[in-house]
């Protein structure tokens, strides 16, 4: 069994901050413990309005605290987001998500990300093959 804590993990290389300055990221389960999944807590901040798209992953994404909205730019649809919503990207879906007051998200990613992933110019991740193949 792993036991991780928030409170360690946050204080680790775990924490990833997004260079655009939309999102913190920390990583509790990652591709090496090797459970086919990664899993995250997510804080959005307040005013973040950015593009994404994961070209190469599922997520679904669980909101713990705060409001916003996510829009699925293949149809212009609007959902709210408050805690006890969850929106699933079961179909690479183009979005958008905009917080309204800071929000904290608990995020898990098929495949696993293996730990220091930021957005592409997409706003997606890339696998690591992708990587080794451009070098
Ligand atoms: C909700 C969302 O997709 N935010 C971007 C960061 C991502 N969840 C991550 O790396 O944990």
Redesign the pocket.
Known sequence: MIVRTLAEAEKSSRR?V?PKG??D?V?LLLKDDNMGFSF?I?T?YVGADFQ?H?QNHF?S?YCLSGEGEVETLDDGRKYPIKPGTVYILDKHDRHI?RAFSEMK?A?V?NPP?TGH???NAEGA?ELETDKVSKA
Do not use: A
Request: net charge negative; aromatic share 18%.
């Open positions: 990833i997004d939309n999102w990221s990583r995250h997510t959005i994404m994961y997520e994404v998500l998200m995020c990613f990300v992933e930021v957005h991740y």
